[in-house]
Nanobody, 118 residues
């Protein structure tokens, strides 16, 4: 099970730190990522991390503003300089390896999501 928290409403330019509790998720964590679904739009990748070495990759829309990190059984998404276009339900997800991807079709397990409103 993947459980997100930390969402909320912030003004443009503000920050949020989303957390994903992975302690109950006992399957492979080769690739862990964040995805989001804006209102009326398709789900899309935000970024991912290779669990083995911490290497990350981000979508161009968030690069330089969002940072993924991990501490033991928690995956984080630090979202800074938030913009109205960042308004979406943000989901933590596990991806099929060995190559990580921002493609939602590569997700093998989804968290329930947490709402971010800017």
């Amino acid at each position: 099970q993947l459980v997100e928290s930390g969402g909320g409403s912030v003004q443009a330019g503000g920050s949020l730190r989303l957390s994903c509790d992975m302690s109950s998720y006992t399957y492979s964590r080769i690739c862990m990522g964040w995805f989001r679904q804006p209102p009326g739009k398709a789900r899309a990748g935000v970024g991912f991390m290779y669990s083995s070495n911490g290497v990350t990759q981000y979508d161009a829309s968030v690069k330089g503003r969002f940072t993924i990190s991990q501490d033991k059984n928690t995956l984080y998404l630090q979202a800074d300089n938030l913009k109205p276009d960042d308004t979406a339900v943000h989901h933590c997800a596990s991806l099929w390896g060995p190559t990580c991807s921002l493609d939602p079709a590569r997700v093998n397990f989804w968290g329930q999501g947490t709402q971010v409103t800017v």
